[in-house]
């Protein structure tokens, strides 16, 4: 069974995309802060992080360079609410897989994680 890492510092947009995955029958780990996302990627080895890019403390894009570090191969799915060209690119350089704007569709992030499961 697939693992996802949720890193949200809400906590009902954690409980909603945990909800929604475990229906979909995925093993599901959520953070509100990078420095414990970090220790679930070390000690669970998700296969796909959904990364919130906005957070306290430790940003999302340094918990995607981190996260890089131990696994060069997850599915990393980066949220944001404000999005631009540069900000992207800095992303995708830093190693996430692909960027999405809030509000999310979870539709379209449940085809990412399965046509990263498929591939």
Do not use: H
Not at 39 to 54: F, W
Not at 59 to 86: H, N, P, Q, W
Request: hydrophobic share 45%; glycine share 6%.
């Amino acid at each position: 069974m697939e693992r996802i890492l949720i890193l949200d510092d809400e906590a009902a947009a954690c409980k909603v995309l945990k909800e929604f995955f475990e229906g979909e029958s995925y093993t599901v780990f959520t953070s509100q802060n990078g420095e414990n996302a970090l220790k679930i990627v070390e000690k669970e080895k998700p296969g796909i992080l959904l990364v919130d890019i906005r957070m306290p403390g430790m940003s999302g894009k340094e918990v995607v360079k981190k996260a890089r570090e131990f696994d060069t191969d997850s599915l990393i799915i980066v949220l944001t609410a404000i999005l631009d060209a540069g900000l992207k690119k800095e992303l995708k350089s830093l190693g996430a897989s692909e960027v999405l704007n809030k509000p999310i569709n979870l539709m379209e992030v449940l085809k990412l994680v399965k046509q990263k499961l498929s591939s």
